[in-house]
């Protein structure tokens, strides 16, 4: 009947509007990031090629400094004494030597407390050794890495509208939390944990942003009016001009309206 009818539970309404609006705010946050970023980069001077790669520079430091969180895979499942579903958490190492066995960490989470166990399955070695990156040699080391490209000016004038975003984030997610189950709860969100990931994604898009600011045409500053024919200039006759000298008797409103409104002679 709820399927026919089109009708969804309260607490997935919710989650569609959570949804929502923390993708219009991390949305916001990254454009924003982006083109101040950007400009900021290429105001610094140099060249196009020099830019982009101080941008390119910056994004390798996001890369090693502030990396993405990796994914993590959740699964429910049964319990052995009640039905209720629990949340299993799976995260796999391998061994970095390539001689020993890969880990596989399990972490099972239940409402009364969290039991972590660890497994460990054999792993061909050749094969593990193959996902490795080798080691630089001593002629392959890169130059050492900038830091962490940040402007705490920009941070400073939009905390008001970030915390006054998290806030309303959180409140939404309180709201959901009490209305939906339990495995489908979600954490609250943080500001340094939005700015850290809004960094992360946006520094390896700096370098086009840079280029494509570049190739942007100039914009004109001020606005230019000119004359436009038909105008209550022409009937001045702009092109039979008339100079009258001072001595001669004074130009008043007779001759004024004379000249404006008498026919013209050939």
Known sequence: MIQRQDIVPPWIEKQQELV????????RMRNDWKR???RTIA???????EQ???AEMYAASERAYNPKKRAIE???????????????TISQSASKTGSGPSKIEVSVATKDSEVTTQASL????????????????PEAVPPPLPSLFRLPDWEAAENSYFKLAITNLNNITRSYNLMAPDLAKKPYFSLDRELNSCYADVA?????????RAARP????????????????DKFGKDSAKVYDSKRPLYGWKEFWTDLFAEKKA
């Open 204 to 212: 390896p898009q700096l370098a086009q942003a840079i280029k494509e």
């Open 74 to 88: 959740q699964i429910a499942v049964p319990t052995n004494k009640t039905s209720d579903p629990v949340m299993v």
């Open 52 to 54: 982009m790669n101080r």
């Open 122 to 137: 054999p792993v061909d070695a050749a094969q593990v050794t193959t996902n490795l990156e080798p080691l630089p040699t």
């Open 43 to 49: 105001s610094r001077g140099g060249t196009l090629e």
């Open 218 to 233: 100039e914009k004109e500053l001020v606005e230019k009016i000119g004359h436009r024919p038909g105008s209550i200039l």
């Open 20 to 27: 929502k609006t923390a993708n219009i705010f991390r949305a």
């Open 36 to 38: 101040i970023a950007a």
